[in-house]
């Protein structure tokens, strides 16, 4: 059974900076995209960034280009996102998906993890 789970969310200032990790386990593919995915009260789910598997092509939504940086370290199975200047319209559920490839819309991912909180007070 594929299973993410993410971690790392929080409360924070505007301008301060978190790291979320996504920790996959049971993924039978040879090779992944892992993708974070944000999801506001009363907002649809949105993509964040993803990262290719095959090139480490690395993805990013104009709103977080220049403050987010995904990463991953595959010896530990984990995919990060670096979130620094952080913004009060950036607080939302963040979630990671998997899948072949690396995708905007959020029907293409077939694995998800629980979510993560992050807020961040003005």
């Known amino acids: 059974q594929v299973q993410l789970v993410e971690s790392g969310g929080g409360l924070v200032q505007s301008g301060g900076s978190l790291r979320l990790s996504c920790v996959a386990s049971?993924?039978?593919?040879?090779?992944?995209?892992s993708a974070w995915f944000r999801q506001a009260p009363g907002k649809e789910r949105e993509g964040v960034s993803c990262?290719?598997?095959?090139?480490?092509?690395?993805y990013y939504a104009d709103s977080v280009k220049g403050r987010f940086t995904i990463s991953r370290d595959n010896a530990k199975n984990t995919v990060y996102l670096q979130m620094s200047s952080l913004k009060p319209e950036d607080t939302a559920v963040y979630y990671c998906?998997?899948?072949?490839?690396?995708?905007?819309?959020?029907?293409?991912?077939?694995?998800w993890g629980q979510g993560t909180q992050v807020a961040v007070s003005s």
């Open positions: 998906a998997t899948d072949s490839f690396c995708s905007w819309h959020e029907d293409e991912y077939e694995y």
């Open positions: 049971g993924f039978t593919a040879d090779y992944y995209a």
């Open positions: 990262i290719s598997h095959t090139d480490h092509t690395t």
